[in-house]
């Protein structure tokens, strides 16, 4: 079963809108999950590919980017026994 990021091939998702104003975060607190994330990459607690397969794992539509990357490094530390 393909999972939601593999959309390899797939036409009418219609054009990425660049936004020349945006903001890299738009709270202090997505700033802290990538941070979060960037450290406990560095640790060796999980690595890249383990975080990607999170997310997809557990991403909802309703929620945002970072809650979305939140919601993946919870999944992870429980799975690790970190948590």
């Given at each position: 079963?393909?999972?939601?990021?593999?959309v390899?091939?797939?036409?009418?998702?219609?054009?990425?809108?660049?936004e020349?104003?945006?903001?890299?975060?738009?709270?202090?607190w997505?700033?802290?999950?990538?941070?979060?994330?960037r450290?406990?990459?560095g640790?060796g607690?999980y690595?890249?590919?383990?975080?990607r397969?999170a997310v997809?794992?557990?991403?909802?539509h309703?929620?945002?980017?970072?809650?979305?990357?939140?919601?993946?490094?919870?999944t992870?530390?429980?799975?690790?026994?970190?948590v």
């Amino acid at each position: 079963m393909p999972r939601i990021n593999d959309v390899g091939g797939l036409d009418g998702f219609g054009p990425v809108l660049e936004e020349l104003d945006e903001p890299p975060f738009h709270a202090d607190w997505e700033a802290h999950v990538m941070a979060m994330n960037r450290a406990l990459i560095g640790q060796g607690i999980y690595n890249l590919d383990e975080f990607r397969d999170a997310v997809e794992r557990t991403m909802s539509h309703e929620s945002s980017y970072y809650e979305n990357w939140f919601r993946a490094i919870q999944t992870l530390l429980k799975e690790k026994g970190v948590v």
